[in-house]
């Protein structure tokens, strides 16, 4: 029978020690594991998912959103809420303070939306420009709901305005006024639902919202046209050709923004370019078409239901 001791002169076998081979096996574990585990270091090239937005640290969003150039629509949209303000400051905040403004609760409560609409539209530039994009969209629903109030009473205060002109003896001229109104809510209406439906196109999406912010300036900037300019009168509406002059001010804001797309960016985006000349488009031809028989039919048929 051979020995178990083994053959003489061969070396004896050394018995492994268990707990060295436990240590050794619980590392290749680990070294496994590791190479199962995914990378979650976002990668340039890749786009961003739904996990690597939860895991990425919330400082380095910021930090790659908030580029300086961003900065320049929250200053835009300081501008526009300066220029509402000022711009209505003879005719209502003043007044407003002394109470000796007599209005009724539709103007003021169209005022109080159309001002929000200029606080909401800086504080959602202000968290763009931040880099808090998820709480600049989780606001836009309330800018939603705000813009289609503002579309609801804009549509009102222009029928109140009608009345009032009746009341004083001068309805037609305030039937062919009220297109100035009405068609500058309308034109803000679509040019927000466009906003809205690019809201995944950020280069349009801000374009078009600047467009809509300052195609409603021209109602405050006429103000001071009507303050400081226009002759004394007896009250009513003023003539629709006036109404063009406070649009191409407001327009002006606009030219800015174009001369700021064309020294960083080499060229004027079409938003501006398309969006301003429909804008001017829309003041000039409120005069011809606020004379014709069509519309006063239209405008009148509206202050007619309201009486």
Same mark, same amino acid.
């Given at each position: 029978?051979?020995?178990?001791r083994g053959?003489p002169?061969q070396?004896?076998?050394?018995?492994a020690?268990?707990?060295?081979? /436990?240590s050794f096996g /619980?590392?290749?574990n680990?070294?496994q594991?590791?190479?199962?585990?995914p990378n979650f270091e976002?990668?340039?090239?890749a786009p961003?998912?739904?996990?690597?937005t939860?895991?990425?640290d919330d400082r380095?969003v910021? !930090?790659?959103d908030?580029?300086p150039?961003?900065?320049?629509?929250?200053?835009?949209a300081l501008?526009c809420?300066a220029?509402a303000f000022?711009?209505? !400051?003879?005719t209502?905040w003043?007044p407003l303070?002394h109470?000796t403004?007599? !209005?009724?609760?539709v103007? $003021?409560?169209?005022g109080?939306?159309f001002?929000?609409w200029?606080?909401?539209?800086v504080?959602?530039?202000?968290?763009a420009a931040s880099g808090?994009v +998820?709480?600049?969209?989780?606001?836009?629903?309330?800018?939603v709901?705000?813009a289609?109030a503002?579309v609801?009473?804009?549509?009102f205060?222009?029928v109140?305005s009608?009345?009032?002109a009746?009341?004083?003896?001068k309805?037609?001229?305030g039937? &062919?006024?009220?297109?100035?109104? @009405?068609?500058g809510i309308a034109?803000f209406?679509?040019v927000?639902v466009?906003a809205? @439906?690019?809201?995944?196109r950020p280069?349009i $999406?801000?374009?078009l919202?600047?467009?809509a912010?300052?195609?409603?300036?021209?109602a !405050?900037i006429?103000r001071w046209?009507?303050?400081?300019?226009?002759?004394?009168g007896?009250?009513?509406?003023?003539?629709?050709?006036?109404t063009?002059?406070? =649009?191409v001010v407001a327009?002006?804001?606009l +030219?800015?923004a174009? +001369?700021?797309?064309?020294?960083?960016?080499?060229?004027v985006h079409?938003v501006?370019?398309?969006g301003?000349?429909?804008?001017?488009?829309v003041k000039?031809?409120n005069?011809?078409v606020?004379?014709? =028989? =069509?519309? $006063?039919a239209?405008a009148g048929?509206?202050l &007619?239901? =309201?009486?």
């Amino acid at each position: 029978m051979m020995s178990l001791r083994g053959r003489p002169g061969q070396a004896r076998p050394k018995r492994a020690n268990p707990e060295m081979t /436990a240590s050794f096996g /619980a590392f290749s574990n680990v070294r496994q594991v590791t190479q199962i585990i995914p990378n979650f270091e976002p990668s340039p090239a890749a786009p961003d998912s739904p996990l690597m937005t939860t895991l990425i640290d919330d400082r380095r969003v910021r !930090a790659r959103d908030a580029s300086p150039a961003r900065y320049f629509y929250l200053n835009m949209a300081l501008a526009c809420a300066a220029t509402a303000f000022l711009g209505f !400051a003879p005719t209502y905040w003043v007044p407003l303070a002394h109470r000796t403004l007599s !209005a009724s609760p539709v103007i $003021h409560f169209h005022g109080l939306l159309f001002f929000t609409w200029s606080l909401y539209f800086v504080l959602q530039t202000w968290l763009a420009a931040s880099g808090r994009v +998820v709480n600049h969209r989780s606001l836009g629903i309330a800018g939603v709901s705000l813009a289609t109030a503002m579309v609801i009473f804009g549509f009102f205060a222009s029928v109140t305005s009608m009345k009032n002109a009746a009341a004083l003896g001068k309805a037609d001229a305030g039937v &062919a006024f009220s297109i100035v109104p @009405m068609s500058g809510i309308a034109f803000f209406a679509v040019v927000f639902v466009l906003a809205i @439906m690019n809201t995944r196109r950020p280069e349009i $999406h801000k374009r078009l919202m600047l467009l809509a912010a300052v195609s409603i300036l021209d109602a !405050a900037i006429a103000r001071w046209f009507l303050t400081f300019l226009a002759p004394p009168g007896p009250p009513g509406p003023p003539p629709v050709p006036v109404t063009i002059a406070p =649009a191409v001010v407001a327009s002006l804001l606009l +030219v800015v923004a174009m +001369v700021r797309d064309w020294r960083t960016e080499g060229r004027v985006h079409p938003v501006y370019i398309y969006g301003t000349l429909a804008l001017l488009a829309v003041k000039v031809l409120n005069w011809p078409v606020s004379e014709t =028989a =069509a519309w $006063h039919a239209f405008a009148g048929g509206i202050l &007619a239901l =309201a009486q």
